[in-house]
């Protein structure tokens, strides 16, 4: 069988639920702005997810510190149509420079003004405002769900607005934010039950230090790396700059695994466990699958991470049917 990155994907997939997080953001793009901003307010503060201010250094957020300071100095109504224009993409000054930030600027930007909303200082969700049935069903379904998948849809739609770059041809600016870790990982290969595999157990390492160089360099020329609900990512180049804007400071939690070697000499496995982000540091933990394929000479070919649709899913460690 020849390793091709759609082989790659389709490694295990017989053998996990669909996540409902795509069909979840589909219900929430066509609720009204109104009902999306204060769905997201409720969500914040009502699911009991909270953000660990320490994770976030000062430093990090100079470079929005003026825009920021702008939307302070606003009125009440100009603030609200700020929030309103990035909701709908629209094309305004502010929503065009947001969608020039990073991920992490955006969330950081975002975080800033439920602060200053909580403060009284920025315009706050309308107090008593009554979301819509739909909006009231979502909010329902979303108080459901476990915590790493709520605080990935906040990121997805925090990620998703502002006016479109793909029409604005904006290029994201190389922010690189400093996370402090909420407690120190130790620089050590971790124990994985049922998973032995000198290049596996690297890549966590290294991950779990920021070692983006080392982590890479153990993937293949023209090996792949597919985020959560995202295209793959091809090639050291383009992979070591998503690690950079994206991992730092994770905390990876690998549990157990299985390992299935093809005829070709080529690997492939499958590994659940728990990871955290800065933000959330200890506050919430993810339910996460890594689909590792290795090609013959031991390299990562391919990595599929996926956000698990239950805690359940960690322990769906059956081998795959291997077509040959
Ligand atoms: C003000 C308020 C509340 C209301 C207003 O109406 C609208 C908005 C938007 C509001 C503000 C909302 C805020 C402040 C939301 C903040 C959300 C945050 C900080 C979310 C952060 C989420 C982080 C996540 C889900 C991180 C996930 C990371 C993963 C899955 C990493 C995976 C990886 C692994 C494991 C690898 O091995 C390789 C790298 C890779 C990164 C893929």
Do not use: C
């Not at 499958?270 to 390299?299: D, H, S, Y």
Request: avoid cysteine; glycine fraction near 6%.
């Amino acid at each position: 069988m020849v390793l091709t990155i759609e082989s790659a994907q389709a490694m295990f997939s017989g053998n996990s639920s669909p996540s409902p997080i795509p069909a979840i953001l589909d219900q929430f793009n066509r609720l009204s702005t109104e009902d999306q901003l204060a769905l997201l307010w409720y969500a914040y503060t009502e699911t009991g997810q909270s953000i660990t201010p320490a994770a976030l250094s000062a430093s990090s957020m100079f470079l929005i510190e003026d825009l920021l300071d702008r939307i302070k100095r606003m009125s009440g109504p100009e603030q609200t149509q700020v929030m309103f224009d990035l909701v709908r993409r629209a094309d305004s000054p502010v929503s065009r420079s947001y969608s020039s930030y990073s991920a992490n600027t955006k969330l950081g930007f975002w975080y800033q003004l439920a602060q200053w909303m909580a403060d009284g200082l920025v315009a706050p969700i309308q107090y008593g405002y009554q979301l819509s049935s739909q909006g009231q069903e979502l909010f329902e379904t979303l108080k459901q769900l476990d915590g790493g998948q709520q605080i990935q849809i906040l990121r997805d739609i925090v990620v998703n607005m502002g006016y479109d770059p793909a029409v604005s041809k904006v290029t994201p600016e190389p922010v690189e934010f400093e996370f402090i870790r909420a407690e120190p990982v130790a620089a050590a290969k971790p124990h994985i039950e049922g998973i032995k595999e000198p290049v596996v157990l690297s890549y966590f390492e290294a991950m779990n230090t920021d070692n983006f160089a080392a982590a890479v360099a153990l993937f293949a020329p023209d090996g792949a790396l597919q985020p959560p609900f995202r295209a793959p990512i091809v090639g050291h180049g383009a992979i070591a700059a998503y690690m950079r804007e994206e991992a730092k400071g994770l905390t990876l939690m690998p549990q157990q695994g299985i390992s299935q070697l093809l005829g070709d000499g080529s690997k492939q496995l499958k590994i659940t466990g728990k990871v955290q982000t800065p933000w959330f540091g200890v506050n919430v933990a993810m339910n996460i699958a890594w689909r590792f394929a290795l090609n013959p000479e031991g390299k990562i070919f391919y990595v599929g991470i996926d956000l698990l649709a239950s805690p359940e899913e960690l322990l769906n460690l059956r081998p795959d049917k291997i077509a040959r």
